[in-house]
């Protein structure tokens, strides 16, 4: 794989300047053609032997092409805002919009790396990391953002002489960083560590190039070349990691089996409500708590109460340690990114709540329904969402799901009396009738959701809310059972 | 100002069910009348005596509006991502949209309420607050944010029954603060405090309300029925900070007497350009820079040479540690904030570098010369800027503003070579060709921006650049001498 590279390979003066004009021409117009078409976005992943030159490629790709469409991101040990949250939230923040190019330097290949290049890698982890990215990866190129990812590569002699070469002037020795000079000692490893990140992340849809380095045109031009091809290329189509027989009619009715009809007296719910919230409040000023954090995401029929719900949630809550945030139809600046990149930049911090009164489920119950997302895009959104929910889990997160059921009888109750109620009146539209005719085939949705989706690490509850006092009573009983759970205070 | 709120009056239950009536009516008409105009955001400022239900106030303005469009922040002591910043700017980054509504709990009223509730309160201090809140407030409501702010107010018999109250049950015991307790030991100066800041901030366009908080009714009603009429009112005009004559011929000709004639070889250029990039290479790596930051503001001719001269700035830099933001028409998204937000929003944290290829000084360019922006705002913009830059310069950071400047000449010769070459020519619009035009109106602008925001905490430097090379010296040559002496490196 790396035999060419570390061949030391160069370019002439004259081969050079050619390749420079006929490039520099072509990337551009690439970039602008992919711009005006504001389909795809590229991902340029810079990795690579360290002291091979990346950061001069980099600069390079600024001048060859319009900087003002490029960002480059550069990311170093994570800072403690980034620590709050799973490592892959500061690379879902960072994501171009559509028919934009960000280049990636430091990037999620990182850890995996690091953890290769150590004496005894732990193969268990490498394996891990590795299919965590392959995860990242193709979840980013089903969704319109095109990866290219770039290995720079040089001899140990090359690498050795650039070094010293560098260290000759005081005022370029700046560019040799105490972990190039690192590489000399253990070149091998780094040699094998970049071999097997290759070989377990290399994919038709988020490719690998080596970059001979030795010789700075060589790079310059084998560089170049990647991004304009990958530029100038047509969408691949990925694997599909569609979840098989989606869409196909629920094998379990989970929400035709609800029992409607239970109630509870005024008085009994506001002790029992009292003492609930008394329980969640002191559970969330457990020190404990500041490891953890609590994302809660509310589903449910038009008027079944969400809204109520939460209120009673965030009562015995400091007002500094949450927000909600209501999910509608997204923004042009949402929709040219991938689908769940409006949830990962509200995933909160350690210590916080993120309420979300509906939620990215919108993709597999309106989108679909409404036919707003493609088949294959609301059929690979199962996958996404659960990968998506255990990387919050994983970090420590208590996501738990409530789907608030009604039935069509009380609904069609409350619409009118929120149509006669002057001050409720902003609660119904018309688009609620409309959703209210299709009543069976969201039914249907919500069953197939929640069989897909209900896993002990982030259950759904369901929850019947024609008694809005006993549907709100559980609401908080699950969420006060989780975290008292979760933190060991049962 | 306090004495009717500590007669701690009260509603009966009848009078408050007629006042929710129409409140909740009134609220949710006003609200969306407000979102339909898309003119102004509202700001409600939550502060008082602490204890006084201000939590439960923010809960029911969710209630009685729709809290879809309701924004509630709650700003507890700065974390580390905060403290990295200017102070004002977490609450830059959380103004609302046109239209929308913000409640601001624990606002930038939580210095100068701590300051002045100390034994011994230190005067200078309590004015430098006070005076940055009147600053930053009149600049909102100039720029379509209207302010509304609460000071929830009782005795100190009713705050202490209402804990005691709480503290009987374990269940409602979680709502009295350690705060709160400490409220009974200093309530006269607490209640000195409130006083003080309110005289000091009170205005016709941001005013005070005193709310009632003894009765949970008389405290509903109160706050309800001002940000009720906070909605209805129309726009105040605000004081005018426009500068004085501003608009009028600059008086100093400064961009009329460069010389654009000074060259220097190319074998010059390149020995001179190593050396200082190695001084700027070695000062940022400067333990010190890490409690600094570096803004760099890049205005000039079209053609002058802005992104050359950049990429040399930037090629000694680690690219982990700097983000180029280039300027150009705002977006819906940005245009519906006050007009310096965006440039708040990349302040960057300590140890780190922002550079802004056309900048915040926009607003007195283009925008003045194009008839962007009306002259009301332009001519408060110099205020603005100035303002904003003492801000970032008071928190460490070293603030440099270039503008390149080239003959008329050069200009129409590089515009004639950017249309001939083939990876040139996406750099030349027919934009460029317009603003050229219009040259000595830009030229007479600048100026005036020169004139009125150079400052010696955040000088401007002015480089002829007919010669790219010595112009691309230049700039370095200035920002490392800055860098160097705000370091101690000389």
């Known amino acids: 794989m790396f035999a060419e590279a570390e061949a030391d390979p160069s370019l002439s003066r004259e081969e050079f300047k050619k390749h420079e004009t006929r490039l520099r021409t072509a990337l551009v117009k690439a970039q602008y053609a992919r711009l005006e078409a504001g389909e ?115 001899s140990a002699k090359a690498q050795k002489e650039r070094c010293k070469r560098l260290l000759a002037s005081p005022d370029t020795a700046w560019q040799v960083l105490p972990e190039d000079l690192l590489v000399q000692k253990h070149y091998e490893r780094v040699r094998e560590s970049g071999h097997h990140a290759i070989s377990r992340t290399d994919s ?76 969640l409040a002191r559970a969330m000023r457990d020190p404990a708590f500041r490891h953890r954090s609590l994302v809660l995401a509310f589903e449910g029929q038009d008027a079944a109460g969400k809204g109520g719900a939460i209120r009673r949630v965030t009562r015995p809550l400091d007002a500094r340690h949450y927000e909600i945030t209501p999910i509608s139809a997204p923004s042009d600046y949402e929709l040219s990114r991938p689908y769940l990149w409006r949830f990962w930049r509200r995933v909160p911090r350690q210590g916080r709540v993120a309420i979300f009164d509906r939620s990215w489920y919108g993709r597999v119950l309106v989108e679909r329904v409404e036919g707003l997302a493609p088949p294959a895009a609301w059929k690979r959104a199962y996958g996404e969402i659960n990968d998506f929910e255990s990387q ?31 001050y409720k009146a902003f609660k119904i539209t018309p688009d609620d009738w409309r959703n209210r005719r299709k009543w069976p085939k969201y039914l249907s949705a919500a069953n197939e959701m929640i069989a897909r989706t209900d896993r002990p690490s982030a259950p759904w509850h369901i929850i019947a809310t024609d008694d809005k006092r006993l549907a709100r009573l559980r609401v908080l009983e699950h969420i006060v059972g989780a975290v008292e759970k979760a933190l060991g205070r049962e």
């Open 392 to 422: 919050l889990v994983a970090h420590g997160a208590i996501v738990l799901k409530f789907w608030l059921a009604i039935s069509e009888r009380e609904q069609l109750t409350r619409f009118r009396e929120r149509e006669k109620s002057p």
């Open 40 to 154: 795809r976005a590229l991902l340029i992943v810079v990795a690579g032997i360290d002291g091979a030159g990346k950061g001069a490629t980099i600069n390079l790709l600024n001048e060859w092409m319009d900087p003002r469409h490029i960002k480059t991101h550069g990311f170093g040990p994570p800072d403690e805002h980034e620590r709050q949250r799973p490592p892959f939230w500061r690379y879902w923040n960072a994501l171009p919009a559509k028919g934009r190019t960000a280049i990636m330097f430091g990037s999620w290949y990182g850890a995996l790396l690091f953890e290769g290049a150590r004496k005894n890698p732990d193969v268990q982890r490498l394996d891990a990391l590795a299919a965590t990215i392959r995860q990242f990866e193709s979840e980013l190129a089903a969704d319109n953002v095109q990866i290219i990812k770039l290995w720079f590569h040089l």
């Open 204 to 279: 038709a849809h988020a490719p690998w190039v080596v970059v001979p380095s030795a010789d700075d045109g060589m790079r310059a031009v084998t560089a170049a070349d990647a991004v304009l091809h990958a530029l100038q290329r047509r969408a691949i189509k990925v694997p599909s990691p569609a979840v098989a027989g989606a869409g196909q009619a629920a094998r379990r009715n989970v929400l035709g089996k609800l029992d409607y009809s239970e109630t509870i007296e005024k008085e009994e719910y506001e002790n029992r409500l009292t003492a609930v919230q008394g329980r």
